[in-house]
């Protein structure tokens, strides 16, 4: 006995998402979706100081994640005229 499997327009192969970070295909548990993209947990950290980010931590310019600090250092600095604190 020989099982197949039918593919059909109701049932397709899903899509293998991946980490716009590593490349890497993203399985459910550890899918964050965050502005527009995908990305691993342990790949959403902020490009200047590695920490991990969240959903409600996260600050996206340039392509690039940000934690708060880093976010007010390398933007909001260079797009005022006053000095951030």
């Not at 998402?17 to 342990?42: F, N, P, Q």
Request: aromatic share 8%; charged share 20%; with cysteine.
């Amino acid at each position: 006995m020989t099982l197949r499997r039918n593919l059909t327009l109701d049932n397709p192969v899903p899509k293998l998402e991946k980490c716009v970070l590593c490349d890497k295909t993203v399985y459910a548990m550890e899918r964050v979706e965050a502005g527009g993209s995908i990305w691993h947990k342990g790949c959403f950290r902020c490009s200047q100081c590695n920490m991990v980010l969240n959903l409600n931590s996260y600050k996206q310019a340039d392509q690039k994640l940000y934690c708060g600090k880093h976010y007010q250092e390398q933007i909001l600095a260079k797009n005022t005229q006053t000095p951030v604190l």
